[in-house]
């Protein structure tokens, strides 16, 4: 080839044919250089000087010289546009070599023949893409320019004039000169073509270009080569591109592995191709263990089909990007909740490539969400649905269609004792009560019965098919028998006894919030009969309770207008019938002028909460008064007031009562509190604070009702009480119930021994004052002396006891 290239740039110039030879190869697939020959034309096939037939199915480097064929082996082992000059039957030609669609094949077009002349062989450089050029090797071996193309003086902005007949040393800079002249002499060394990149600081610019040297010696039998045919093109922008590639891909992997998600490929099969550090960490597996095995292996079993249908949604196209939320599969087998993206990347053709996921952890936010929903949804003490939840089941259940006429009923629980009895103990003891409660509950219902609890001390259950109502009563019954029997908890036995209000469905409502309202309403009838009891809703019950509700409103604007007034009835010492005190009790009279009763509204103002401020109404209007009657002359004893279980609760009670005094001016050794058992069976040790700070100031307290409730002795010893008054149902029944007198004669007995002044409430006749003297009774009220009586004629009544 090298002979041939000489002869063909040294020969005299003669006319060109104008036919051109073509040929198509079939490359081999391993690009080792050896192309068959698939078709050539007349002319190619003369120029071969071998029939066209007997060309087909060989190789191209078989059919020419032995000596070009190692230049053409290298040829078309490249997968780009090439030429090569070839000694053949005909003579020297030039062939373009050009590959077609991914180099499988290779074109031949013979561009010249054995006779170009100087202007076509001018025309054809100087269109070639590449910046040409023709260096001499000197004998001595230094280099001289012989020709450059148009192109190269353009892409280089050398000027050919400058460069021919000089050295590389005296057109290039000495560093860029060095660097050429080692690859020329390389060139020369080898004697084959040589490829090489570097950069040259030229009038253009500086930058890089990618250099094809083939060597050309002086002919067939003179092996030395005299010139050096090169090829240039600028490869300055490929560089910059696949630096800044390199650039990305650094960047991307050091975003990739210390990304603060996990980052996971996965082949179109499921198998993982590579994962980052964190994706290792978030599943406990290192990336050896992890690269390679499908995808699945790590999903949670739970959540396998929906992973994979999600991962075929995205190879098919229906989606894009796909967002999830899935559970997977730990190394220490816990579950890793992860919310993860994952996308499908295709190749230029289209053709699916492979699929890249981002996770992230949140196990713990997951963790924190069905925390959240639990706490919103279920007792924590119990376990039960509370209110909302117990709500959506109940709608659920009474959606689904009974078989032939069956019922469902609702049933509203409520134990009565067992506020207090949580306000008297400890945290655990009350929790561990309310679960033992439940547990006999449960033992109590039917497997498909559906238990809630929707209020403190207010249990639901739902029993969803019922024959009729007598069935339900039936199973209430038996929820009533069931708490015959204490329950046991830290050493101690409760009676729990149940109050049951019952709904049915359909017919006493339609929906699950007017199923649980009416059974309510049932209940609080229920609850004013009394505890072991059951009521069937009835229309009536809801007039009651829109009477209460009215009730309550009433009450707020009667709070706010002041409508109350006060009462006194004295309080008489049993032996000399003197006047030692008087009680305050609260009326209320309507807007129409019209009194309502105390047992209407104080248990209403008790269950909403009013008896806090009319509570404090009463005290303030006490003090006051009596303060008034001692400046005035008129009277000079202490006064009583009731407190309400929620008033001893109040945590400002000592603060708001010591402000009252003061703002009244009444001392406070002339105020006593009532108090009733059932309140200090709720107390805690913030209100025994409180009462013994009042008590430190002077207030003094009595125990009102005395044997009606939780009598206790443990009250006696833990509160500063100074009195204690007997129930007037054991003061009337004494002359007539022995039991009704040994109870009071106990009593009496008792509270002396622990120094205590005893008050007999509800004295009306003379027979039951003789029996309180007989007993040694302290004081005592009642009408055997006056009635609860309004302010104006206390001073009458002062007068008249006073013997005036």
């Known amino acids: 080839m090298t002979a041939g290239l000489e002869a063909f740039l040294a020969r005299p110039r003669t006319t060109a044919s104008e036919e051109t030879g073509h040929a198509i190869l079939k490359r081999r697939a391993d690009r080792s250089g050896h192309a068959e020959v698939v078709a050539v034309n007349g002319r ?10 007997a060309a087909i199915g060989r190789s191209l480097v078989d059919l020419v010289r032995p000596g070009d064929a190692p230049h053409l082996l290298e040829v078309l082992s490249v997968d780009e546009p090439n030429v090569v000059v070839l000694d ?16 499988a094949a290779a074109h031949i077009l013979v561009t010249e023949n054995t006779g170009p002349s100087d202007g076509q062989i001018s025309l054809v450089i100087d269109h070639l893409l590449a910046a040409v050029f023709i260096v001499d090797v000197m004998p001595d071996g230094g280099f001289r320019y012989a020709m450059l193309n148009r192109r190269h003086e353009e892409q280089t902005g050398l000027v050919a004039a400058d460069m021919i007949g000089r050295s590389p040393e005296e057109v290039l800079p000495p560093d860029d000169a060095i660097s050429v002249l080692a690859h020329y002499r390389t060139c020369v060394k080898r004697q084959l073509p040589t490829t090489f990149q570097e950069v040259l600081h030229l009038p253009a610019g500086r930058r890089h270009w990618e250099t094809r040297l083939v060597p050309i010696t002086g002919g067939l039998s003179d092996s030395k080569v005299t010139r050096l045919f090169g090829s240039s093109i600028d490869i300055s922008e490929r560089v910059v591109a696949e630096q800044a590639l390199r650039d990305s891909e650094q960047r991307f992997r050091s975003i990739f592995e210390h990304a603060g998600v996990g980052i996971g490929y996965a082949a179109v099969d499921g198998r993982i191709i590579d994962v980052n550090r964190t994706l290792e960490g978030m599943l406990g597996y290192g990336r050896d263990e992890l690269i390679g095995q499908s995808f699945k292996r790590f999903v ?4 396998i089909s929906q992973v994979t249908g999600r991962f075929q949604e995205l190879l098919s196209g229906r989606r894009a990007t796909l967002q999830t939320e899935r559970r997977f599969q730990r190394r220490d ?4 909740w992860a919310r993860t993206t994952a996308s499908l990347v295709r190749d230029p053709l289209g053709r699916p490539k492979y699929i890249i996921a981002l996770f992230e952890d949140v196990t713990e936010a997951r963790r924190a969400r069905e925390r959240i929903h639990y706490l919103a949804s279920f007792d924590q003490v119990t376990g039960l649905p509370n209110l909302s939840l117990f709500s959506e089941r109940v709608a659920s259940a009474l959606e689904q269609p009974a078989p032939g006429e069956r019922i469902a009923a609702l049933l509203a629980i409520s134990f009565d004792r067992l506020d207090p009895i949580r306000f008297a103990h400890s945290r655990t003891a009350a929790e561990h009560l309310m679960r033992r409660l439940v547990d006999r509950l449960r033992r109590a219902l039917g497997p498909g019965d559906v238990l809630g609890r929707i209020g403190d001390d207010l249990f639901a259950v739902l029993l969803p098919s019922l024959a009729d109502h007598e069935e339900a009563v039936a199973t209430v019954k038996s929820v009533i028998a069931a708490f015959g029997a204490p329950i046991e908890t830290d050493g101690q036995d409760f009676l729990l006894p149940p109050v049951i209000g019952v709904s049915l469905f359909p017919a006493d409502a339609s929906g699950p919030d007017e199923l649980i309202r009416m059974a309510g309403a049932a209940l609080q009838r229920a609850r004013d009969l009394g505890t072991s009891r059951y009521e069937l ?3 009536d019950m809801e007039t009651h309770a829109a009477r209460q509700l009215s009730l309550e409103s009433r009450l707020r604007r009667a709070i706010d207008a002041d409508q109350f007034e006060l009462v006194y009835q004295p309080k008489i010492e049993v032996e000399t019938l003197k006047l030692v005190g008087f009680e305050a009790l609260v009326r209320w009279r309507g807007e129409d002028g019209a009194l309502i009763s105390p047992g209407e509204f104080i248990p209403a103002a008790e269950e909403t909460g009013l008896i806090i401020p009319l509570g404090e109404l009463v005290l303030r209007d006490a003090c006051q008064q009596m303060a008034a009657w001692r400046r005035d002359g008129v009277v000079d004893v202490p006064v009583s007031v009731n407190l309400s279980g929620r008033q001893v609760s109040d945590p400002h009670l000592s603060r708001k009562a010591l402000a009252i005094l003061h703002a009244s001016g009444l001392p406070a050794s002339h105020l006593k509190l009532e108090l009733t058992e059932t309140a200090l069976f709720r107390s805690t040790q913030g209100i025994r604070d409180a009462l013994l700070e009042l008590h430190g100031a002077g207030v003094r307290f009595m125990l009102d009702d005395f044997g009606t409730g939780y009598s206790s002795l443990s009250y ?5 009480i100074e009195a204690i008054k007997i129930d007037k149902s054991f003061v009337q029944g004494m002359v007539e119930d022995p039991d009704a007198a040994s109870i009071v004669n106990a009593i009496i007995n008792m509270a002396h021994a622990l120094k205590m002044r005893v008050v007999a409430e509800g004295v009306e006749t003379q027979e039951q004052l003789i029996f309180l003297r007989a007993y040694r009774c302290d004081r005592m009220q009642g009408f055997l002396f006056a009635p609860p009586t309004p302010v104006a004629e206390i001073p009458a009544l002062v007068r008249r006891l006073a013997g005036g």
Do not use: N, W
């Open 44 to 53: 190619f096939a003369r120029l071969l000087g071998s029939p066209a037939e």
């Open 88 to 103: 053949m039957t005909a003579g020297p030609v030039v062939l373009s070599v050009q590959p077609i669609g991914d180099g």
């Open 300 to 303: 949670h079993v739970d959540e």
């Open 333 to 336: 087998g816990s579950a890793l």
């Open 537 to 539: 809703y009835t229309p």
């Open 716 to 720: 006696l010893k833990r509160f500063p």
